[in-house]
């Protein structure tokens, strides 16, 4: 009888005792939202791939490729996460004559037969103020892959009733040695005919994916 007296007593001091303790919230996972990507597509009537080079070195020629193909992917309103995709069609190549491009296509220059595809692949877009950006990423031609640097130009959104509609400029020059153009003669001053330094210029007009 003293042991079920004493248990009785236990129970209702616990009890008693327990009206006063907080009270234990279950713990909540805060998940981050997933964002959707905003996607761009080309409006390839309003962009174009352009290069210049020097000519004899005293004069510049100049060229573009008329196929051409990219996405740009973001999620940020900065896009400073912008994932940039780019293809170009070698056989496309344009400089207003035809053996001249017939030259450029073949294994002293592109090898547009063997590769018919250059690619460039975005890695990083990083804001420097005033609309401007640096881009970074891979430009492969032929069977060479390197690292090259854009700076790039935003010329902001426009809004129209077919959708939104972006601008950009990139420019960037590169060494066409470097990607295995080879070709390098020279004129009789000692200058070569086509100079090594080939400046890109491309402008893009996006619209944004519905």
């Known amino acids: 009888m003293k042991k079920l007296l004493f248990v009785l007593i236990a129970g209702a001091g616990i009890a008693s005792l327990s009206a006063f303790l907080p009270k234990q919230e279950s713990a909540t996972v805060n998940v981050p939202a997933v964002q959707t990507p905003t996607k761009w597509t080309l409006d390839k009537s309003h962009s174009n791939v352009r290069f210049t080079v020097t000519h004899m070195v005293v004069s510049e020629t100049d060229g573009s490729f008329k196929i051409f193909d990219g996405t740009v992917e973001h999620?940020?309103?900065d896009w400073s996460d912008a994932k940039i995709n780019f293809t170009v069609d070698i056989n496309s190549?344009?400089?207003?004559?035809?053996?001249?491009?017939?030259h450029l296509k073949s294994d002293d220059f592109f090898n547009a037969e063997k590769f018919p595809t250059a690619k460039f692949v975005g890695k990083t877009?990083?804001?420097?103020?005033?609309?401007?950006?640096e881009l970074v990423g891979?430009?492969?031609?032929?069977?060479?892959?390197?690292?090259?640097?854009?700076?790039?130009?935003f010329g902001g959104i426009s809004a129209s009733t077919r959708?939104?509609?972006?601008?950009f400029k990139a420019t960037t020059t590169i060494n066409?040695?470097?990607?295995?153009?080879?070709?390098?003669?020279?004129?009789?001053?000692?200058?070569?005919?086509?100079?090594k330094d080939v400046e890109l210029t491309v402008l893009l007009e996006l619209n944004k994916a519905k």
Do not use: H, M, Q
């Not at 190549?93 to 017939?102: A, L």
């Not at 891979?138 to 130009?153: A, E, M, N, P, Q």
């Not at 066409?176 to 100079?195: C, I, M, Q, S």
């Open 93 to 102: 190549i344009n400089t207003d004559n035809e053996n001249r491009d017939k």
């Open 138 to 153: 891979d430009l492969t031609i032929r069977d060479v892959t390197k690292s090259i640097k854009f700076d790039v130009k």
């Open 75 to 77: 999620t940020k309103a």
């Open 176 to 195: 066409r040695f470097d990607y295995n153009l080879k070709w390098d003669r020279a004129t009789e001053a000692g200058g070569l005919v086509v100079g």
């Open 125 to 133: 877009f990083k804001p420097l103020g005033n609309n401007k950006y």
């Open 163 to 167: 959708g939104d509609k972006a601008g």
